[in-house]
């Protein structure tokens, strides 16, 4: 059995959707919920993957594996179990990945934030 029977995490994704506010001074963040507990595989990022996404003015620490095309784009965000104050916004669409070894996967690149 190989880590692609068997990926050892799950996650729920969320699309945001930003308003206005009322005021006019800001915005107002609403979220429609995609999945939940969909298998899924976080890593950590290399340093050269922060430097080469870090060069673009973007941020990410973690990437995500899904088995599928999980069909998420910047405006998402996944939230996992046992994070506590945190979750992980999407800032990369969903790409194709041969590199783990396992065949292919899908994979987005992430930046973990306090809610």
Not at 54 to 81: H, Q
Not at 94 to 99: F, G, K, L, R, V
């Amino acid at each position: 059995m190989t880590l692609i029977d068997e990926m050892p995490h799950t996650c729920t994704a969320k699309r945001r959707t930003r308003t206005k506010s009322s005021d006019g001074l800001g915005y107002v963040d609403t979220y429609t919920t995609l999945f939940s507990a969909r298998v899924c595989w976080r890593q950590n990022v290399s340093d050269r993957d922060i430097d080469a996404w870090k060069a673009r003015s973007i941020g990410i620490n973690s990437k995500v594996f899904f088995e599928t095309d999980p069909e998420l784009d910047e405006n998402c965000i996944l939230e996992f179990p046992s994070t506590g104050p945190y979750h992980y916004e999407v800032r990369s669409a969903a790409e194709p990945d041969d590199s783990v070894g396992f065949g292919l996967l899908w994979r987005v690149m992430c930046e973990r934030v306090r809610k």
